[in-house]
């Protein structure tokens, strides 16, 4: 008869409070102005790493949405100028100590930003949301080639995919799950070898990441083979991803359609590009840059905890059917 109870307590719930606190006070020192956005979508996450969450109504099916990204880029192709949000996510099949299917997202746009701007704004919020104000001095930058030749010993963008299940220790069901997906088998490296080993007393940002592994963020223009992507760590744990946008509506319909073809290859749902992010791009979005952390992962390291439990209030109620 206990099952009512909450995860978690009253001092969880105020940490989560403070963080959150700080976190505003961060945007509203910058001038970074709140929106909201819809949870519920006529479109999917195409991301082939991805699935949605449905919803039924007497209008119809709905999606409930993985980000707030693309309704947030359709406000700054409409002339809004640098916003955040902090807003309930959804993502379906994610569960552990480190996932749930619903989670709360910090997310913000910065117009005009660099890579490098973008990057340092990311760890001056991450600092100031752990209360910790000189963690961000104490960041260390990678690159993703470097970060897999020091941790893995490989080639980023030579290695071969027997190279690359070898690394991981991949039995046999495994190879023939990922087949010749290197992409795949890249995240993989990066999840079992390269992040474990990130030292766990400081923030760790990995950048440039490949450019097939970047469907919403520009290419690189000093490197056509990443992109102006980047992933802050602590220790084994991502707590952001990030990058300068992709402003081209050509070649993001493209890359909706590279992501289909990869799901259907993954024997994933095919599912609804969003049509009007591409409107919107085809409408102009201006040159900018965004982040998304989630909020239970900055508790966890503020925390102390390797249990997302730990830190919410209750679990997503299927766990207990």
Request: net charge negative.
């Amino acid at each position: 008869m206990s099952g009512w109870r909450p995860c978690s307590g009253v001092a969880a719930a105020r940490s989560r409070a403070a963080l959150l606190e700080r976190a505003r006070a961060y945007f509203a020192a910058a001038g970074i102005l709140a929106v909201d956005t819809p949870a519920l979508t006529r479109y999917a996450a195409t991301d082939p790493h991805i699935d949605s969450l449905t919803a039924q109504s007497s209008g119809g099916g709905y999606f409930l949405h993985t980000s707030p990204e693309f309704c947030m880029k359709r406000l700054l192709a409409a002339g809004f100028p640098d916003i955040y949000s902090i807003c309930r996510v959804f993502r379906d099949g994610e569960s552990g100590a480190r996932h749930a299917p619903e989670f709360t997202m910090i997310e913000w746009y910065r117009l005009g930003y660099s890579l490098a701007a973008i990057v340092e704004d990311t760890l001056r919020l991450i600092a100031r949301c752990l209360d910790d104000p000189a963690l961000a001095g104490r960041a260390e930058i990678v690159d993703y080639g470097e970060a897999l030749r020091r941790h893995a010993g490989l080639d980023a963008f030579g290695a071969g995919i027997d190279e690359l299940a070898a690394v991981t220790a991949a039995d046999d069901r495994l190879r023939r799950e990922i087949g010749d997906e290197r992409d795949v088998w890249l995240d993989l490296v990066m999840s079992t070898v390269v992040a474990p080993s990130l030292p766990a007393d400081r923030l760790t940002v990995i950048r440039h990441y490949p450019a097939s592994q970047a469907a919403l963020a520009r290419p690189c223009p000093a490197d056509a083979r990443v992109a102006d992507r980047f992933e802050v760590f602590r220790g084994a744990m991502e707590l952001a991803n990030g990058y300068v946008e992709l402003t081209d509506a050509d070649v993001q319909r493209r890359r909706f359609d590279d992501d289909l073809d990869m799901r259907q290859r993954l024997g994933r749902e095919t599912v609804p590009w969003d049509r009007h992010l591409v409107d919107a791009l085809h409408a102009g979005l201006p040159d900018c840059a965004g982040v998304a952390v989630g909020v239970e992962r900055l508790q966890m390291v503020l925390d102390g905890t390797d249990d997302i439990r730990d830190v919410v209030t209750f679990e997503s109620e299927h766990a207990d059917a």
